[in-house]
T-cell receptor, first 114, second 114 residues
């Protein structure tokens, strides 16, 4: 069955430090992968997406993600974190067998220390 | 564009009462999605529509839940009768297409059933 795993429920980093959020997926075909961010009290906003081609994808707010087929991973990175990055981050895989839907991971809540 | 609009933002009701959540998608978007977010189960797709027609309602938890989309600019999610375990944040999202298209999320409705 298709699934998305985000192994880290909470991550705390200092402002200015680098960040990597992990995402592993299980999907039989070539996946369409997404990272969304949810600020407190808000809906989800797309950070970036991967369909094919270059495995390093650039997104908004200085985020990037790398698709690694051999590891079934799509980790999100940012070289220098700001306080405003404190939020919850969701990885998702698009499933199109029969119908079309996203399968979301359980999310990683990021805390940024000043 | 104002984005996806949801109302009410907060709803508190007593067990057994009917609850109706409302959503106005972004104009021109053909797809509309209803999600539920809880601590225990994360973000789950309940149902989605294409051109006002329900396509996949396999995520609707039980017959107490129903959703309609009478026209391209309005959708409702109804719970009747409501139960405390329905307490969650309900998100509506819309997109211009299916595979590969970004979903735009509303701010959500926080439902509390006492």
């Amino acid at each position: 069955a298709q699934s998305v795993t985000q192994p880290d429920i909470h991550i705390t980093v200092s402002e200015g430090a680098s960040l990597e959020l992990r995402c592993n997926y299980s999907y039989g075909a070539t996946p369409y992968l997404f990272w969304y961010v949810q600020s407190p009290g808000q809906g989800l906003q797309l950070l970036l997406k991967y369909f094919s081609g270059d495995t390093l994808v650039q997104g908004i707010k200085g985020f990037e993600a790398e698709f690694k087929r051999s590891q079934s991973s799509f980790n999100l990175r940012k070289p220098s974190v700001h306080g405003s990055d404190a939020a919850e981050y969701f990885c998702a895989v698009e499933v199109t067998s029969g119908t079309y839907k996203y399968i979301f991971g359980t999310g990683t809540r990021l805390k940024v220390l000043a | 564009d104002a984005g996806v609009i949801q109302s009410p933002r907060h709803e508190v009701t007593e067990m057994g009462q009917e609850v109706t959540l409302r959503c106005k998608p972004i104009s021109g978007h053909d797809y509309l999605f209803w999600y539920r977010q809880t601590m225990m189960r994360g973000l789950e797709l309940l149902i989605y529509f294409n051109n006002n027609v329900p396509i996949d309602d396999s995520g609707m938890p039980e017959d107490r839940f129903s959703a309609k989309m009478p026209n391209a600019s309005f959708s409702t999610l109804k719970i009747q009768p409501s139960e405390p375990r329905d307490s969650a944040v309900y998100f509506c999202a819309s997109s211009r297409g299916s595979s590969g298209y970004e979903q735009y999320f509303g701010p959500g409705t926080r439902l509390t059933v006492t």
